[in-house]
């Protein structure tokens, strides 16, 4: 499923703190940067994630630079392909156009097999959530909802007495279903609740303010010189600065509101059906041919935003950069609004490597992974044809060492001892604030199943119909990373795939003891842990650092 990240409710003033950092791999003298002051700054650069923090204490990955001096006058040596499976990706955009994949066998239109891959007219890619017809799957149920919708008829009622040893088995996984279904169900309502509080709260802030400013007008510096005079002034000012401080407006409380709605009407309701549209056995997960040519879809916002970070077109004096260049973006459709499923995922991956991708991008992932076996099969024909994969580590603020997010690199049921791939990239979310905060609230980590951190909050890339927002989630960190793999293979291609998720991981810039706020947590006070904890690698993808490691290894 692609997570979107929920509100966070607490009322309270966030205070700033500095950090030290501690740096490998030592490079040039760079300027000093001018001072930021992060404890007032709202919002970072639309680019920031392509910033070096020595020249802007902007903790970006320092793609600008890079392009600025290691690539100065160098051409890239090979084009890569990035395969994005995701929810559709605007082919058309302005931005990416000029580098969508093209699959110079295949004959648009025509309605014929021509290059005889099974795949009819898939000229930038392929959909496996579409039907024969051209009609789309948008929204679908989550991986719990159609596992209890299983089970449920069979358990719901059933005299426990007379089950066998299997059944018994199944029913106490059932029975975890139920209980997990029924607390998220309780979640949403909760979170609707929340929500709503939140809606009131701030018209009752604007009223407070509204009367105290004489002509209702104030800045955010204002709030914070704001001496407050009574119990009142207070809970406005709290309020208020936390608002501006996240963004929040009458368009995200509707936005927010909407995806309540949206969860109890499809994701979590079990009388919801929309697999038929498909028209394939879903049960037969050996079934590889189905679906059609179109890799938009109905909802296309998340996967133009994913393609735009690894390869919008550099320096056309429009939208934004990607991370890489000399790259095609693959589209392969897999991921409704809703949970993706298994069979969708595995096929997609072998579509990917069957027609030359060299990395994998994943921006989605579930709690529950019923046909693993066939996504680990797929994985590992990935592995066997040398292509990485990268993966967000999801949005769920929980550590991943005990709780997977699906898919994984690991294979048989993620604990048991069956092996995993040496050619996967776990990414968590880091911000642009280089205090307690610079880990995302809502990443998962986990200091043996994420390899590393990237850019994730505030990330600014192409969305549909030629346009660009500002978007959050470890959705945007992953195609970071795909990007800087991408970057290089395109100009170190002797390197197979295990020797650039090598140098991706140890060049990382490490922030080893940095005290930062565990995700999901409600303050600072309540968790902190050092950000070396959090990963494997300890640290932030940078891309100068990679190209010099990669530059070392090739001689």
């Excluded at 029924?182 to 407070?208: F, G, P, W």
């Excluded at 009367?211 to 809970?235: A, I, M």
């Excluded at 809703?338 to 994943?362: C, F, T």
Aim: charged content about 25%.
């Amino acid at each position: 499923m692609i997570k979107r990240i929920l509100l966070s409710l607490i009322l309270a003033v966030t205070i700033y703190g500095c950090s030290t950092t501690e740096q490998a791999m030592p490079t040039e003298q760079k300027p000093q940067p001018k001072e930021v002051d992060f404890s007032t700054l709202l919002e970072p650069p639309k680019d920031w994630h392509h910033l070096d923090e020595e020249q802007t204490q902007f903790r970006g990955i320092s793609s600008r630079l890079a392009y600025e001096t290691i690539l100065q006058n160098r051409s890239s040596e090979k084009e890569i392909i990035v395969a994005v499976i995701d929810g559709g990706i605007d082919a058309d955009h302005e931005d990416l156009i000029d580098n969508m994949w093209i699959n110079e066998d295949e004959i648009a239109g025509n309605g014929l097999d021509d290059d005889q891959n099974g795949y009819i007219d898939d000229i930038h890619g392929w959909n496996f959530i579409g039907g024969p017809d051209g009609e789309n799957v948008d929204h679908d149920t989550f991986e719990l909802t159609r596992i209890y919708r299983k089970l449920e008829p069979k358990y719901a009622d059933i005299d426990t007495t007379q089950l066998s040893q299997k059944e018994r088995e199944e029913y106490a996984y059932f029975r975890e279903i139920h209980s997990d279904y029924e607390d998220r169900v309780m979640e949403q309502v909760t979170q609707y609740e929340n929500i709503r509080s939140l809606e009131e709260s701030m018209a009752q802030a604007k009223q407070i303010l509204s009367d105290y400013y004489s002509d209702s007008t104030y800045t955010y510096e204002d709030l914070q010189e704001l001496q407050p005079q009574n119990q009142q002034q207070q809970f406005a000012q709290n309020v208020m600065l936390y608002v501006m401080e996240n963004d929040i407006d009458s368009t995200l409380i509707a936005e927010q509101k909407k995806q309540v709605y949206e969860f109890a009407k499809y994701g979590y309701n079990p009388d919801f059906h929309t697999r038929q549209i498909v028209g394939d056995n879903y049960e037969d997960t050996s079934e590889r041919f189905y679906g059609n040519n179109d890799v938009a879809g109905p909802d296309p916002t998340h996967g133009t935003h994913v393609a735009g970070i690894i390869a919008a077109v550099r320096n056309n004096d429009i939208g934004i950069n990607g991370v890489s260049n000399n790259t095609k973006i693959m589209g392969i459709r897999a991921v409704p609004n809703g949970d993706e499923r298994d069979k969708d995922v595995a096929n997609a991956i072998r579509y990917a490597v069957d027609n030359g991708a060299h990395v994998i991008n994943m921006s989605f992932g579930k709690g529950y992974s019923p046909y693993k076996e066939t996504v680990d099969a797929a994985v590992k024909y990935a592995e066997e044809n040398g292509v990485l994969l990268v993966h967000g580590a999801g949005n769920d603020g929980a550590d991943t060492d005990t709780k997977p997010s699906f898919p994984t690199d690991k294979y048989g049921d993620g604990f048991s001892d069956e092996g995993a791939s040496e050619l996967w990239i776990s990414v968590g979310a880091s911000s642009w604030k280089p205090n307690e905060d610079f880990v995302a609230s809502f990443s998962n980590y986990g200091d043996e199943s994420v390899d590393i951190f990237a850019p994730g909050v505030d990330i600014y890339s192409t969305m549909p119909d030629d346009s660009y927002e500002f978007q959050d989630g470890t959705s945007m960190a992953s195609p970071v990373v795909a990007g800087v793999a991408a970057l290089i293979m395109a100009y170190y291609p002797n390197l197979s795939a295990r020797q650039v998720k090598d140098v991706i991981l140890q060049s990382a810039v490490k922030y080893t003891d940095q005290q930062v706020v565990l995700p999901n947590q409600q303050s600072p006070d309540e968790s902190m842990v050092p950000f070396g904890t959090l990963s494997v690698s300890g640290g932030v993808v940078n891309v100068e650092r990679a190209l010099q490691e990669a530059q070392r290894i090739s001689q």
